[in-house]
């Protein structure tokens, strides 16, 4: 599969980059990279604006819209200055708020330019985000690539159609040069003209493998992806960030998820461990002084009232969450033997940084999902690649040095593999 | 030297019956339903091809449809408060006490789903019994009341039924009539001071306290011989000699587990090894286990039991009492002379114990023990057992005073006399004459339902309490859950009933541990919580001596003797799975088989074959059973083997009607046979038999698998054992090179196998019942045991065999391969038809062998079933696509397929077909689905937690670390599981015995359990 994928790809991006530039030049009006200014502005702007509502700023959208874009340049950078230098326009948008927004003077133009863009463009779809932050990932044909399919097609069909002009009018010159005389079909019908085209071998031959090779990829994909959810990302019942708590907010994922270490569970947070920071955080800021309606949320499912300062018990209604990673009953996985056990291996296999979580092996970049979604495909095949690579150094767990011992394959320098200690066997996440 | 007898599962294989053989060779004993299809409507009617591809569209197009369906939305729902305890996942264990034993409870996330004996409970505690492990079910019962129930008002508030009663009671006091709380014995300090405390409240209280398999005799015995109105303790490791005269003190008789312990202690493979065995004779009318498991059995009619008691004593005495002759038993005759002799030789190391319930027997009983030196040795009557102190004649004058419209109120607490008393139509009548009845079942039982007020109590799984099984030994129950329903604890009834100053239970329990328990040992109350069970010093027990004369007892054992010597003498007797009935709804009890009959879901009339053959019935007869008092009832015959000429037997705890969905009118109801004089209930009566014509099949286990007469039981007697320990295990010889077809495994880290001594196994089931519980096994029905679909992945096989006089090696000789394949012929078994009377029984667990060289394994399409290398035979059900070849292939017979899905089809609505009673499933083991193989796993869920726990703590893996399910409830500690290879593991050392043989090992499937020959210690010279 991956090798089919492979050639469609490299033939794909010959003949498509023609294309593309061509598309590029016409779209050079949209030349700002939105991609790079939303990741500006996730970095940057984001604890203060929102694009389609107000926070402690103004919503981004409209005010971009509105605004002229060198001003806009000019406040980000030193409003400050703007206001000393007593620009009208600017005295004004400093009266939005009583908290002053932070100056931003290492930014270029560009770079200002680029979150412009973003923001009048405004969130791009979901699954064009997910592709976007997996598309490091191998996952098999992407849809590019089928887009490439769908160019390559109509690209042959146009070459096809133009060559065919190009015989049938040197047939006929020759033809003419020869004296024959041709009657002119001058108002051949459609239906006609869409017959013969059926006639003609070649291209009868070519429409029915293309037809042949694009079911038979679309099936193909269809099938192998069955079951497969990765980037399953389901709306939660409230709209928790892992990108604010885990990435802005560096809190080590044991927080929460306290089971991960010790049990097969990785285990979701209770609604009191989230009271914790929560009956203090209540970002009001964002919310003209109101509670965030999402940590609002928590308050209800713990019956806890922020005006009394009082929890009534009768009231506690748990909070139904979806669940993301889904393995079937009959497969056993534990927490605790990999990212206790098996950390070492799994840092080394997966390539992680010293400053990542081993969580991150897995459950991808989770400080940067504003919502989760499904990092890996977990399927089996995923499992048992990793049980086939990874090693085990076992060198300060008497647990292994004691297994490995009694292994002669070691012995003879074999790379100490799960698989070599039996974890590709059937029973050992079947029971 | 192997022995050449001859064994058998049951008597159609015994018999080779027409029908036998035709079932045996199908490897399943129904034909497959597809074929019905094919034979009767499939293929003789024509499909029309427009139907055919109709059909066919359809079902595309339903697929299709279903397949668009975008993936189940899976919800995950945190608690709002997590218990600090509580790490989802992890299981959290707790002590409490189940029946007075000491238990361990495992939870998972707050729910109990599996009992074990608790490590501290002291040497004889080591496992637990069937019940005790299925106990667990009860909690998970759909059939329990919800709330409370204040004259047929189910939704009744507690403030309302307090009232109610609090107002009874005190028209009660004011009336002046009696009030009465009737319970099972209770050996619990707290709930005695509850019920004291209420008596004090409510001066015309008494506390009427009546078992329902009553151990009257031998406390009023005591009382009578030695001052003492007890249970004594009875210390079976002890006794080098034990005498047993149709008590089941393997089974059901007083502590069976206990004993068990203590019996097998003298007589496993540590003992044997140290050159020690114990000897046992028992003398009993029906095969009970402890019959099953005895050296020299004999069968004795009820009626000759008093003669054969008094003939002992006067062999031990030289006494010459009136009586003391067995003429229509020379056998017995003869065995009772030898015992005699041997029991005067083992003075201070013998025990003589009787199953009788007569108090005159019991007291001729003391004597003989006193003659033998038994008072201070292997009997203790200074450290009592607690666990029954019933008094029948209590109960019985307790009718009579509500008769008599003395009695203003009753309650009834953890017993159901509507069921269990010997005329519960007698306690009906007399409860109906009372004003108040309240009772503290936790269902509309025979009992409940005839009362006023259902207090619904916990379970105890849900409770607060305490218990004391013996002199000096207390025990603590907590709560491992929280209360399900709307129910409340009795003794918190009756303390807010009576006013007490305490209210709450759990600070009564508390302030009287504080008070009066805690300070015996001086520990904590934490302590308590941790430890369980604390034993308080135990007083050393003294000698008793008998001095008083038998002559007024004589004469009343000889009378019981005669009036039952006059018909078909019947046994009443407490069934080994469903014990007197109180867990009548429990499906793991209903499905396991019992242990000598493997009858499953009924009770039935056991009867020897050559008096079936006199009588004219043959076996799934339905007979009707008439007794003296007019009850009659229709049971299915089973032929028993070692049944005695002239005696039936029919167990209690069956025919319940008002127990719940799986429980109702399985069986036949037996109380109504008990009958009460001398102020003793009596469980031998006599009957009369007529046939009904009608024929209905046992769900029976014991006939589906056959082994085609191979040398699967191995057995010596210890006689031979000392001369050559590897005598009939087929190691004393060389045997013959074996060529493997297939590669051998590589096992490099461990090697996970078993050893089962077979000397020790008492065939009590109870690992059965934990298997299901541990790994989810379904339970599924009467309909389809018959059908031979039963699903234990541990079960114990019974075969018979003879005991033939001089004929053990005499004659056959062994085969050259050693294995006694050739030993018996055809012809010579049916030469011993005679002899059916006179059988021994060796008990075998049998599961999945886990074979090296695994022939279901080479037969699997799918690779479904694969080998691992750490030994194990792996069954991944996602994999397996149901052919069942495997099952085919299997040498053991221990594959079990899944029919149905059990566990959600409303045709198997008995157990755990809704969602409360799913709470019960270990969720680390996947619940499997119709279409799939499944077979023991040696508790791979176990082995994986026990491996990730050194990974974790950074240890190396000890011997020990891991147990399974079946190994931990095993009282007798006959099943021991470890890694093969360590070789300081018990299992390497067990495996290293002489006495080691794997089953089947000639056809070189290379098992992973090996197995111990069964030692008897008998003596030729008192057989047949």
Redesign the interface.
């Known amino acids: 599969m991956r090798d089919i994928s492979l050639i469609i790809r490299r033939v794909w991006k010959s003949a498509f980059m023609f294309t593309a530039l061509s598309v590029l030049i016409v779209s050079a009006t949209q030349a700002q990279d939105v991609v790079e200014g939303r990741k500006i502005f996730k970095d940057k702007c984001s604890s203060c604006h929102q694009l389609d509502r107000n926070s402690t700023g103004p919503a981004l959208t409209a005010k971009m819209n509105e605004l002229d874009e060198a001003f806009t340049i000019k406040w980000v950078r030193n409003w400050k200055a703007l206001v000393d230098a007593g620009d009208k326009q600017a005295i004004e948008a400093a009266k939005f708020s009583p908290s002053e927004m932070t100056t931003f003077p290492t930014l270029t133009d560009d770079q200002i330019k680029n979150v412009i863009a973003y923001a009048k463009a405004g969130e791009p779809k979901k699954e064009g985000d997910a592709a976007a932050t997996t598309a490091t990932a191998d996952t098999g044909v992407s849809d590019f690539s089928i887009a490439g399919i769908v160019a390559i097609i109509l690209i042959s069909i146009a070459v096809l159609v133009v060559l065919g002009r190009a015989i049938k009018m040197l047939e006929r010159l020759i033809l003419q040069k020869r004296g024959v005389v041709l009657t002119e079909e001058d108002n051949v019908s459609l239906v006609v003209g869409v017959r013969r085209l059926f006639k003609n071998k070649k291209f009868v031959f070519f429409f029915i493998l293309c037809l042949v090779v694009s079911l038979g990829s679309f099936g193909w994909m269809g099938m192998w992806n069955t ?1 497969v ?1 990765t980037g ?1 990302q ?1 709306v939660q019942p409230i709209k928790f960030s892992h990108e604010l708590h885990a990435g802005t907010n560096q809190i080590d994922c044991q927080y929460c998820h ?2 991960a270490f ?4 990785a ?7 989230c009271m914790n920071c929560h009956k203090s955080v209540q970002a009001t800021e964002k919310y003209n002084g109101e509670i965030s309606p999402e940590i609002q949320k928590i308050y209800t ?2 019956g806890y009232d922020p005006a009394t300062l009082t929890y009534d018990k009768s009231k ?8 993301v990673h ?1 393995l ?5 996985f ?1 927490h ?2 990999h990212v ?2 098996g950390e070492e291996a799994i840092r080394k296999q997966k390539g992680l940084q010293p400053n990542e979580p081993v969580c991150f092996a897995c459950h991808g970049p989770v400080n940067t999902m504003e919502e989760v979604y499904q990092f890996s495909p977990l399927t089996m095949k995923w499992c048992i690649n990793c049980h086939k690579d990874a090693e085990i150094s076992g060198k ?8 490995i011992e ?4 070691i012995k003879k320098g074999e790379k100490i593999t799960p698989a070599l ?2 974890g590709l ?4 996440c ?2 | 030297m192997e022995s050449n007898k001859k064994y058998w599962k049951g008597l159609e294989e015994y018999k080779n019956t027409p029908d036998f053989v035709e079932n045996n060779k199908n490897e399943f004993a129904e034909p497959l339903p597809i074929e019905d299809v094919l034979n009767e409507a499939g293929l003789s009617t024509v499909t029309p091809r427009r139907d055919f591809l109709k059909a066919l569209g359809f079902g595309l197009g339903a697929v299709t449809l279903a397949a668009c369906q975008t993936a189940p939305v899976h919800k995950s729902i945190p608690y709002v408060i997590r218990p600090e305890e509580v790490v989802p996942g992890i299981p959290n264990y707790y002590v409490s006490s189940f029946n007075g034993q000491s238990v361990l409870v495992k939870t998972r996330e707050g729910r109990p789903i599996k009992i074990d004996a608790n490590p501290n409970s002291g040497v004889f505690n080591t496992g637990t019994d069937a019940q005790a492990q299925a106990s667990v079910l009860d909690l998970y019962d759909v059939s329990k009341l919800h709330g409370p129930v204040l004259k047929d008002d189910e939704k009744a508030s507690w403030a309302k039924i307090d009232e109610f009663v609090k107002g009874e009671l005190n028209k009660a006091q004011a009336s002046g009539k009696k009030i009465r709380v009737v319970s099972s014995t209770v050996s619990s300090p707290s709930t005695k001071g509850v019920i004291a405390d209420f008596a004090a409240a409510y001066p015309n209280t008494k506390h009427v306290q009546y078992d329902a398999v009553s151990y009257t005799g031998i406390i009023k015995a005591n009382e009578n011989s030695f001052g003492k109105a007890v249970v004594p303790q009875y210390r079976f490791d002890k006794a080098d000699l034990i005498v047993s005269f149709g008590a089941d003190f393997l089974s059901t008789w007083i502590s069976g587990e206990e004993f068990t312990s203590q019996y097998v202690a003298n007589r496993n493979h540590k003992s044997l090894k140290a050159g020690k065995m114990s000897r046992h004779f028992q003398f009993e009318a029906g095969m009970s286990v402890t019959g099953t498991n005895a050296d020299t059995r004999v069968p004795v009619k009820l009626s000759e039991e008093g003669p054969a008691l008094i003939t002992l004593y006067n062999t031990i005495t030289g006494n010459n009492l009136a009586g003391a002759s067995l003429p229509n038993n020379v056998t017995a005759d003869k065995a009772i002379k030898l015992v005699a002799k041997e029991l005067l030789q083992n003075k201070g190391k013998a025990l003589v114990v009787s199953g009788s319930n007569d108090v005159s027997t019991q007291i001729l009983v003391n004597a003989i023990n006193s003659a033998i030196g038994s008072y201070g040795t292997t009997i203790d009557l200074d450290n009592p057992c607690k666990r029954y102190a019933g008094n029948d004649a209590e109960f019985a004058e307790f009718i009579n005073e509500m008769n008599r419209g003395e009695v203003a109120a009753v309650f009834i607490l953890n017993a159901n006399p509507g069921y269990d008393v010997a005329n519960a139509k007698a306690f009906a009548d007399a409860l109906a004459k009372v004003a108040l009845k309240v009772s503290f079942a936790d269902r509309k039982d025979e009992t409940a339902s005839l009362c006023d007020v259902i207090a619904v109590n916990h379970n105890y799984l849900e409770s607060w309490g305490d218990a004391s099984a013996y002199e000096g030994v207390y025990s603590i129950v907590q709560p491992t859950i929280n209360p399900v329903f709307n129910t409340r604890q009795a003794e918190e009834s009756l303390l807010i009933w009576s006013d007490n100053a305490v209210k709450d239970y759990y600070q009564y329990v508390r302030n009287n541990w504080d008070k009066n328990i805690l300070p015996l040992f001086g520990k904590t109350w934490k302590e308590v919580l941790q430890t369980g069970v604390f034993i308080a010093g135990a007083k050393p027990a003294g000698a008793y001596n008998f001095s008083l004369s038998l002559a007024a007892v004589i004469p009343t054992i000889l009378n019981n003797s005669k009036s039952l010597a006059k018909d078909i003498e019947l046994q009443v007797y407490e069934s080994a799975s469903m014990r007197d009935g109180r867990h009548g709804n429990n499906a793991f009890l209903l499905e396991l088989p019992d242990p000598v009959s493997k009858v499953t879901w009924d009770n039935y009339i056991a009867i020897a074959p050559k008096f079936a053959e006199k009588l004219g019935y043959k076996e799934f007869d339905i007979v009707s059973v008439k007794a003296a008092n007019g009850y009659t009832i229709d049971l299915p015959v089973l032929i028993q083997p070692g049944q005695a000429q002239g005696t039936a037997s029919i167990a209690l705890g069956f025919g319940r009607t008002m127990t719940g969905k799986a429980g109702n009118n399985v069986g036949k109801n037996a109380y109504p046979f008990v009958s009460f004089s001398n102020g003793t209930s009596k469980y031998a009566t006599t009957v009369q038999l007529t046939g009904t014509g009608r024929r209905e099949e046992l769900a029976q286990t014991q006939t589906h698998h056959s082994f085609e007469g191979r040398n699967i039981i191995r057995e010596a007697t210890f006689t031979e054992y000392k001369k050559n320990p590897a005598a009939g295990s087929g190691n004393d010889h060389a045997k013959h090179k074996t060529y493997d077809l297939w590669p051998a495994y590589e096992k490099p880290g461990n090697n996970w196998v078993m050893a089962i001594d077979l000397n020790a196994c008492t065939g009590c089931g109870s690992c059965i019942v934990a298997c299901n519980v541990e790994n989810n096994i379904p339970v599924v029905g009467k309909e389809e045991v018959r059908k031979r679909r039963e699903m234990h992945w541990i079960r114990i096989d019974r075969y018979y065999s003879f005991n033939v006089e001089g004929d053990a090696h005499a004659e056959g000789g062994h085969d050259a391969h050693g294995t006694g394949i050739n030993a018996v012929t055809k012809e010579k078994e049916i030469a011993h038809l005679d002899n059916l009377d006179n059988v021994s029984v060796v008990h075998q667990p049998m599961l999945c062998q886990h074979c090296d060289h695994a022939p279901c394994e080479t037969v699997c399409p799918v690779l479904a079933t694969v080998h691992s290398s750490d030994g194990l035979n792996h069954m991944a059900y996602n994999r397996c696509v149901g052919t069942r070849y495997c099952a085919n292939n299997c040498p053991y017979k221990v594959r079990r397929f899944n029919w149905f899905n059990y566990w959600n089809d409303s045709r198997f609505d008995n157990y755990l077909n809704n969602e409360f009673t799913q709470l019960v499933l270990n969720p680390d083991v996947t619940a499997r689905s119709r279409g799939v193989m499944e077979k023991c796993s040696m508790c791979i869920q176990r082995i994986q937690a026990g491996k990730l726990t050194a990974k974790i703590e950074k240890r190396p893996l000890k011997d020990g670390d891991i147990k399974m399910a079946c190994q931990q409830a095993c009282s007798a500690n006959a099943i021991i599981f470890g890694d093969a290879n360590d070789p300081e593991s018990e299992v390497s050392k067990a495996l290293r015995s002489e006495r080691i043989y794997y089953v089947l090992e000639e056809i070189n499937v290379q098992p992973g359990i090996g197995y111990m020959t069964k030692i008897r210690n008998t003596d030729t010279t008192v057989q047949a």
């Open positions: 079951g959810h399953y389901p306290s089971g010790k049990s097969k569970n285990s979701i947070p209770s609604v009191n461990v499912a713990i506690e209604k748990p909070v139904e969450w979806i669940r889904n079937p009953d009959f497969a056993y534990n605790s033997q206790v056990v300060d767990n008497a647990f292994y040095t004691k297994v009694a292994h002669e394959k200690l039996g066997e059937c029973g050992k079947h029971y």
